[in-house]
């Protein structure tokens, strides 16, 4: 009835529907977010803009950090700078130190059993006394760091 | 009427569309996302948790004036069982604060008023403070630990370290900074053989000595010989110090073998290298002796050795205690050895005029060398760089980044600064220093740290200052003759290549420490250092032995009662010894056992008994950092242990 003659003669007054699609159009702009945008808003760019680089010391986390200012301090005399077992005291030992790159080893130890080994030494693991018992010299947190970072030697 | 209504319908209509977007926009916002993915984490758990209330999260710190909203999204941070969650519902490690105390943003920046997650971590126009890349962390301990030590913070430490030992303060001012000794150049027109030597070692300083801390200026060859024109002007010493002509024994048997041989042998005795490296090998204390003689005349090297510091004031070479004929002997072994064998015969033939010389110090000026090098003359005008006292304040808009197509964050700045300095403009002059990526880690971490700070004082929490031992009257004397500082930490002041004396008298037994002095013999196997042969007089060494039993004591170490251990007692030791503490690991007793600690072969005569027990029973009370674990054994094992010690 009356609609069809209200919404065409709507259509024939130009300044009503130039404002309606002004309006439309707006509303649409509004809601748009181009994939760039988005790109860099919720990618991996949201979090960080530093590539990372060669040397992996850099992405170490705080616990592996820790533990390797620890390995290097305490540690690396005996069970060298790798890990190997061939530390400069490693020939004046009468049994060995453990090699921590040998992957099926570690893999097959869980971080409380090498947790224990440091804490108690070589009688944790029914081991060498040679190895010292470190309970009175490091906290519990540090023999966790210790333990963080040489997992790092069997990847 | 009609045309009326339908306007109003539509716009209606479209009001209404407009309306519903916002908390529209709001529902579905990442960060609502993120907590309803954490709570369906949270109920597939081992141990199932509550959910935790859909919501934004913040925490306020009313001392700093910050809010931080970080726990919006990071909600598993005190939850020990998301430990192996992707982020951000992992766990957080260790945090040595309260987080309720300190917030997120004061230690890792960024902008905690953000809930988005470009906004609260990236930096843009607005914000400039991005979260800093976990390698960089620690500056922010740095910020309230202003120049402490701490073993949670072993990348600042070693910044701190490293800034001191590469003088950056040389250039660049900093809170905090400790002058360092800087050699002087006056007489070197007199102490090289030719101006060739000087126009070699600034091509490239690292290629004569790995060991330097002098940087790559990079200057062109026209540079370099017009530098050394200007050098090879001064001939006079500081002071009005002359070179004592060479004496007459020299002359005569320079080239005779067996006196070149007895200066070797006093150069392996000394030895020298326990403080100066020759092809890589030995200490660090002091400059490399490589081709020594290509570089110093004779002459020179007989007057310093003579009197080290009438040529180089403070310099921290002691004064050997050699006979004329020793130290001609040394002179002739350095000269016929310590030469460039392949150094190339021609010379750059440029003339030197006073337009080079001119040219020469405008150089010297550009560069700052006076930064390091004192210069009579040149001491007034400094040419410094730019302070680095509110570095880690510094925002984007001061700084130029030329070219290069790094992300402009401050952090990026700095590293590439360290590593590639002049690639930031052409007027640039920061010499290149060649650091590994750990160095250059260490340092930018340092330098993010020094900050114009506005935290609150409760917050800020300073260092020990450093304090200076300085003893008077002949025992100063004979400190400043031998320089035993340079090696020796005492009283917190001093070196850290050798043992700390500040309670020696304590620690060691008179005769021991007479023998010592006069003929050292070194003890520890792996130590590239060695105490030096000095040939002390005997005034001297009764001196030294007087002062150590009378005043570097710790009265707590004393044992009051005579103390006669039974057999019982050392066959207890002794079994406690091998056999249950297994301290063979690290020590040698007759050959066998480690090469970590001192060998303990005539330990019973070497150390007094209660340093033996109180040492066993706690080391790290008495050296902190040393590596001997504290074994846990009680005050009678300690007995036993010490009983069998002393039978050695």
Not at chain 2, 100 to 127: K, M
Not at chain 2, 195 to 206: F, G, H, M, S, V
Not at chain 2, 301 to 330: C, T, W
Not at chain 2, 405 to 417: A, G, M, R
């Amino acid at each position: 009835m009356n609609v069809d003659v209200g919404m065409s003669r709507i259509m024939k007054k130009p300044t009503t529907t130039a404002l309606l699609l002004a309006c439309a159009f707006t509303l649409l702009m509004g809601c748009r977010s181009s994939s760039e945008e988005t790109g860099e808003k919720t990618g991996a760019q949201a979090y960080s803009d530093t590539a990372s680089h060669a040397d992996p010391y850099l992405e170490y986390t705080y616990a592996q950090r820790r533990g390797r200012a620890l390995y290097v301090h305490y540690c690396v005399l005996c069970h060298g700078p790798e890990g190997r077992g061939d530390g400069l005291n490693a020939d004046a030992l009468d049994s060995q130190p453990r090699d921590f790159t040998d992957s099926t080893w570690m893999a097959a130890q869980q971080d409380t059993v090498l947790w224990e080994m440091i804490h108690q030494g070589g009688r944790g693991g029914e081991r060498s006394i040679l190895m010292p018992s470190y309970a009175w010299l490091l906290t519990e947190d540090e023999i966790t760091f210790i333990v963080a970072y040489i997992r790092l030697f069997s990847e | 009427m009609d045309r009326l209504y339908r306007i109003y319908a539509v716009s209606s209509i479209l009001l209404l569309i407009v309306l519903v977007s916002s908390p529209l926009k709001d529902h579905l916002k990442a960060w609502r996302r993120i907590q309803r993915r954490h709570n369906r984490t949270l109920r597939d758990l081992p141990q199932r948790e509550n959910p935790i209330p859909i919501g934004l999260k913040q925490i306020w710190v009313r001392d700093i004036d910050r809010i931080d909203r970080c726990t919006t999204c990071h909600l598993g941070m005190k939850n020990r069982q998301l430990a192996g969650a992707p982020l951000p519902h992992r766990t957080h490690s260790k945090i040595y604060h309260d987080v309720d105390e300190f917030g997120c943003t004061l230690c890792h920046g960024g902008q905690g008023l953000a809930t988005e997650v470009f906004d609260a971590h990236r930096s843009s126009e607005s914000w400039e403070e991005p979260v800093l890349p976990k390698r960089y962390v620690e500056s922010t301990c740095g910020r309230c630990h202003i120049n402490e030590d701490l073993k949670e913070t072993p990348v600042l430490n070693l910044g701190r370290k490293r800034i001191h030992e590469l003088k950056c303060m040389a250039c660049h001012d900093r809170p905090g900074a400790q002058s360092v000794i800087t050699p002087t150049l006056d007489g070197i027109g007199s102490k090289v053989k030719d101006r060739e030597w000087i126009i070699r070692w600034l091509k490239n300083p690292k290629a004569l000595r790995p060991h330097t801390r002098m940087p790559n200026f990079m200057l062109t060859d026209e540079e370099r010989k017009n530098l050394s024109d200007f050098l090879m002007q001064f001939i006079a010493f500081p002071d009005d110090a002359t070179l004592e002509p060479l004496p007459r024994i020299y002359g005569l048997r320079k080239d005779n073998d067996d006196f070149i041989a007895s200066g070797k042998t006093l150069f392996r005795e000394s030895p020298c290298t326990s403080c100066h490296a020759l092809e890589g090998q030995g200490g660090q204390l002091a400059t490399d002796l490589d081709e020594v003689s290509s570089k110093a005349r004779e002459t020179w090297i007989y007057n310093f050795l003579k009197n080290p510091q009438h040529f180089q004031p403070d310099v921290e070479m002691p004064q050997f205690g050699f006979s004329e004929e020793d130290r001609a002997s040394v002179t002739a072994y350095m000269a016929s050895e310590f030469l460039d064998w392949d150094r190339p015969e021609e010379k750059s033939t440029a003339e030197s005029s006073p337009y080079t010389v001119e040219q020469g110090q405008a150089l010297f000026y550009q560069y700052n060398c006076v930064g390091c090098h004192q210069l009579s003359g040149m001491d007034t005008v400094q040419n410094r760089g730019p302070e680095h006292t509110f570095i880690g304040s510094k925002r984007i808009y001061q700084i130029w980044f030329e070219e290069t197509e790094i992300p402009q964050t401050l952090h990026n700045y700095i590293d590439t600064k360290l590593k590639t300095p002049r690639v930031f403009g052409e007027t640039m002059r920061m010499p290149e220093f060649q650091l590994t990526q750990e160095d250059r880690q260490a340092i930018t971490c340092l330098l993010l740290s020094f900050r114009e700070e506005t935290l609150p004082n409760q917050f800020i929490k300073r260092g020990p200052s450093p304090s200076v031992w300085n003893p008077q009257g002949t025992m100063g004397d004979i400190v400043q003759k031998y320089s035993c500082l340079k090696c020796h930490p005492v009283k917190e002041d001093g070196g850290d290549v050798a043992p700390d004396l500040s309670i020696v008298g304590s620690r060691l037994k008179p005769d021991w420490i007479e023998r010592f002095l006069r003929e050292p013999v070194s003890r520890r196997p792996l130590i590239e250092e060695r105490m030096l042969n000095l040939e002390l007089s005997e005034n001297e060494i009764q001196t030294i032995v007087d002062y150590f039993g009378s005043v570097l004591l710790d009265d707590g170490l004393a044992v009051p009662i005579v103390w006669r251990p039974s057999r019982e007692a050392q066959e207890r030791g002794r079994r406690l010894y091998w056999e249950a503490i297994g301290c063979q690991g690290c020590h040698m007793i007759d050959g066998h056992g480690g090469y970590v600690g001192p060998p303990l072969d005539d330990v019973g005569g070497r150390l007094q008994t209660g340093w033996m027990l109180h040492w066993l029973l706690d080391p790290q009370k008495y050296i902190p950092d040393t590596i001997e674990p504290k074994s846990g054994m009680t005050m009678p094992e300690a007995l036993d242990v010490v009983a069998y010690l002393m039978t050695l």
